[in-house]
């Protein structure tokens, strides 16, 4: 990517104010499926209608044929036993608006990605990266179905590891767009000899596995586990962490464990954050100690929510907040390293 971003360019400019257009579009997505998830609303759709799909049931025959089509599976038969229709349609516009958001992402990034190809807006070196994120893309369509898919055999609930798969790239492609469109506009040097770039890396990566582990604590509803703080059950290392057996499986199958694993990576994030801080607030460079700044007030922020989450027993509104907490602390970091390697 360095041949097009050593400098800025008008065309770069262009080509970035669409993909933080989509990055945004991207952030609200991650947001409407956690909610989703929350609202136990994702498995309300039981067929896969990439085009039709897009136009939701429209009258009470329509919405009757959705409805009789959602009592053959098991949520239904096993959880939703005798649920009425009003209340169908409420869990039924969540994945629909989920399934509509991803949609329209799609439209928003093929239709300016092709007029930019057809006007040569777009330089060579860069074209690579846009087709990966288009394919990204439909392959992120492909991966919600697998995960809907499982929720639809015998048990009524999705695969937790489908789940955190399908989370995991959501924020991959989020993190690719942010940070080719934050290179478009604020280029950087391939070489810095002072500032600690491999701590700011590590620090994206490690928040990169919290909220993957965000996605496994989710999908197990590991969450409502434990609803004091910083103690669980009285006790900082509670029993019961390895009480599944192979005891390897607890990390990822105990939701206890998942809780606790959760809680107390956070822990390593804040180390890590406060230390960039401590490195960089008196740094010259304006953009650099704004950054630190950023990475410091996220974090804090972030655990702030995740420990209201848990307090409070995960209630839907603190729990999406915690979940846009998460996306703002990826996106101070993902600054952070443009600015440190400026």
């Known amino acids: 990517m360095n041949a097009y971003i050593k400098t800025k360019d008008r065309n770069n400019r262009h080509v970035a104010i669409w993909l933080f257009i989509v990055c945004a579009f991207v952030f609200a ?35 009757t044929a959705e409805f009789e089509a959602y009592k053959q599976y098991p949520e239904y038969q096993k959880v939703n036993k005798g649920m009425s229709l009003d209340d169908f349609k409420n869990i039924f516009y969540w994945e629909y608006s989920h399934r509509l958001l991803g949609r329209l992402i799609g439209v928003l990034f093929a239709v300016p990605f092709f007029i930019f190809m057809a ?38 609930d999705v695969s937790h590891y489908r789940l955190t798969a399908h989370l995991g790239l959501a924020i991959l492609i989020y993190i ?43 999908g197990l509803n590991a969450g409502l586990v434990s ?22 499986s607890n990390f990822l199958d105990n939701p206890l464990t998942l809780h606790f694993e959760h809680r ?8 890590v954050a406060v230390t960039l801080w401590w490195k960089l607030h008196n ?9 630190s700044y950023l990475v410091l007030f996220t974090i804090l922020l972030q655990i702030t929510l995740g420990v209201l989450t848990v307090i409070n027993m995960v209630p839907i509104p603190l729990a999406a907040a915690h979940q846009i907490g998460a996306v703002l602390t990826l996106s101070a ?6 600015r440190v390697r400026s």
């Open 333 to 338: 970091a993902l600054f952070l390293l443009n």
């Open 227 to 248: 609803d004091t703080w910083p103690l669980m059950f009285g006790s900082l290392i509670p029993d019961g962490l390895l009480g599944n057996s192979p005891w390897y």
């Open 283 to 291: 740094e010259n460079s304006s953009s650099v100690k704004l950054a």
């Open 264 to 271: 107390t990576f956070a822990y390593a994030v804040l180390i």
């Open 29 to 63: 997505m991650v947001v409407v499926g956690g909610v989703t998830r929350l609202t136990e609303s994702g498995l309300s759709m039981v067929n896969w209608q990439p085009i039709s799909g897009i136009i939701p049931p429209l009258n009470d025959q329509q919405w």
């Open 119 to 156: 006007r040569r807006k777009i330089k060579r070196a860069l074209k690579p990266h846009l087709w990966t994120m288009l394919i990204l893309g439909g392959c992120q369509g492909l991966l919600g179905w697998w995960m809907v898919k499982s929720g639809l055999i015998d048990n009524p």
């Open 176 to 218: 690719y767009m942010f940070w080719v469109a934050l290179r478009l506009v604020m280029p950087i040097k391939e070489k810095t000899f002072y500032r600690p770039t491999k701590l700011a890396t590590a620090y994206v990566v490690i928040i990169f596995i919290q909220i993957l582990l965000g996605g496994l604590v989710a």
